[in-house]
């Protein structure tokens, strides 16, 4: 494209410099003529127009011939035809002929006239020496574009690959790809138009992962309730004694039940702590405040405490305190270690939760009144349980500590039964180097003494 521009452009340019050329040499030649017409007006003595025809000119190719005087004109070109028409329409008139043009200027003197004849070669023209420089010219132009279209489509090429790459990564599954914009403003704009689009893919990914985790979590408060209420029917053992075909066929029926709500809470589990680590890794740390979801899932577990007949209390969770873990992280770990108290202890057992802030770090404490944890360690580690369970609750709240710098540790409660401890790292003080197993046995003595209670907020660093 940029070589036929070039060529567009030097060819007019072409044929107007040999155009002006033309006429220079024409308009020369009419200089040289009028020499001699001149000294024809003055006088027809050959010897005087032979002097004005030496002094037009020192090369005898170019020095004007004149007709019609008796003055030798063997020296002339121009055919008998193009005298005549000079002659005839008493004008100069240009003729085209072999090696050049001819300038025939008629002159009137009297009964006669005379025709002057001055030959223009066509090295004066100016036609056939420049074409050679032009073309020289044009094809220098013409590699010039082809270089510089080259460049310009290995870049094009280069942005194009790229783009291809990252759409076959991001097909891939490779959420992270994103490309360099590059190349002609086209591209570039590709470029940035992917780069927005792969990072609203992300997004939304991110965002329908949190939208499935939410949503198992909002499943399984419901279904809590209802394990406990399938909990409350007859019993479901069809081995012992002599039952009708009707209350086989009803005890069969709570015993599915039972079993489906066991698969289900199962499934649950699982669907949460996956989602949830998926968010984590993609969304990265996130904050919350600890006495907010406290509040917020005692709401919940206050009411279905008060259809079991549970005693419950809350404290330490009036002022905000930070933790470093996303809120529903967090609600997720809370749901599960008290909802282990519902599912572990009889109805009418008491219960508590408790907020503080110390040593540099957020704890929560779960205690119950119920029979306790035989053997604490083996509850703690990943997928175990005594109760035939899947583990799974105490595993998402170990998670969740982790995730905070911090741990979950088991100990006796004040109450009587099982205390649980999530220990969080605080986001707004300095850790000190204590132990964080020592102040899980602070907190115990302090329960079991009587003692100084944590205090509900105080700073960390008074």
């Known amino acids: 494209m940029c070589a036929l521009v070039a060529l567009a452009f030097l060819v007019p340019l072409a044929l107007g410099l040999a155009d002006r050329a033309r006429e220079k040499a024409i308009a020369d030649a009419a200089r040289r003529s009028a020499l001699v017409t001149g000294a024809l007006a003055v006088s027809t003595d050959p010897a005087v127009v032979q002097r004005a025809v030496a002094a037009s000119g020192d090369d005898p190719v170019t020095r004007p011939v004149v007709h019609g005087l008796g003055v030798d004109g063997s020296a002339g070109r121009a055919d008998a035809g193009s005298l005549e028409r000079a002659r005839?329409?008493?004008?100069?008139?240009v003729v085209d002929v072999e090696g050049g043009v001819l300038r025939l200027d008629p002159v009137v003197l009297g009964d006669t006239t005379a025709v002057v004849e001055v030959f223009v070669p066509d090295s004066e023209l100016g036609g056939n020496s420049r074409w050679p420089l032009l073309l020289g010219v044009a094809a220098a132009l013409v590699g010039a574009a082809v270089l510089v279209v080259d460049r310009v489509a290995a870049r094009a090429v280069d942005s194009a690959r790229g783009l291809v790459r990252a759409a076959l990564a991001i097909g891939d599954g490779d959420q992270g790809v994103r490309v360099d914009p590059s190349g002609p403003r086209e591209l570039a704009e590709a470029g940035y138009?992917?780069?927005?689009?792969?990072?609203?893919?992300?997004?939304?990914?991110?965002?329908?992962?949190?939208?499935?985790?939410?949503?198992?979590?909002?499943?399984r408060t419901p279904l809590t309730v209802l394990r406990l209420d399938a909990e409350a029917l007859e019993s479901d053992d069809t081995s012992v004694g002599s039952f009708s075909e009707a209350e086989l066929d009803r005890r069969r029926g709570i015993r599915r039940i039972?079993?489906?709500?066991?698969?289900?809470?199962?499934?649950?589990?699982?669907?949460?702590?996956?989602?949830?680590?998926?968010?984590?890794?993609?969304?990265?740390?996130?904050?919350?405040?600890?006495?907010?979801?406290?509040r917020d899932r005692m709401v919940f577990w206050a009411a279905l405490a008060g259809d079991q007949n549970r005693p419950h209390r809350v404290s330490g969770a009036q002022l905000r305190i930070p933790a470093p873990v996303p809120r529903a992280e967090l609600a997720a770990a809370l749901d599960a270690v008290i909802g282990n108290v519902f599912r572990y202890t009889p109805q009418g057992t008491a219960f508590e939760v408790a907020v503080s802030r110390r040593d540099g770090y957020v704890a929560i404490r779960i205690d119950d009144a119920g029979p306790g944890i035989a053997n604490p360690d083996r509850a703690l580690r990943r997928g175990a349980s005594d109760q035939g369970s899947t583990g799974l609750g105490l595993d998402i709240a170990r998670r969740v500590a982790l995730q905070a710098n911090g741990s979950v540790s088991i100990d006796r409660a004040r109450?009587?039964?099982?205390?649980?401890?999530?220990?969080?790292?605080?986001?707004?003080?300095?850790?000190?180097?204590?132990?964080?197993?020592?102040?899980?046995?602070?907190?115990?003595?302090?329960?079991?003494?009587?003692g100084r209670k944590w205090p509900r907020q105080r700073p960390v660093d008074d």
């Open 88 to 93: 005839s329409e008493r004008r100069s008139v």
């Open 193 to 219: 138009a992917f780069n927005r689009m792969a990072d609203r893919l992300d997004a939304a990914r991110t965002d329908e992962r949190e939208l499935v985790a939410d949503l198992s979590h909002r499943l």
């Open 258 to 294: 039972r079993q489906a709500i066991v698969t289900l809470e199962g499934e649950i589990d699982v669907l949460i702590k996956t989602t949830r680590k998926a968010v984590a890794h993609e969304a990265g740390p996130a904050m919350c405040d600890v006495s907010e979801v406290v």
């Open 415 to 450: 109450l009587g039964g099982a205390s649980v401890v999530m220990l969080l790292a605080d986001p707004e003080a300095t850790p000190r180097q204590v132990s964080r197993f020592g102040l899980v046995g602070r907190m115990a003595r302090e329960q079991k003494t009587g």
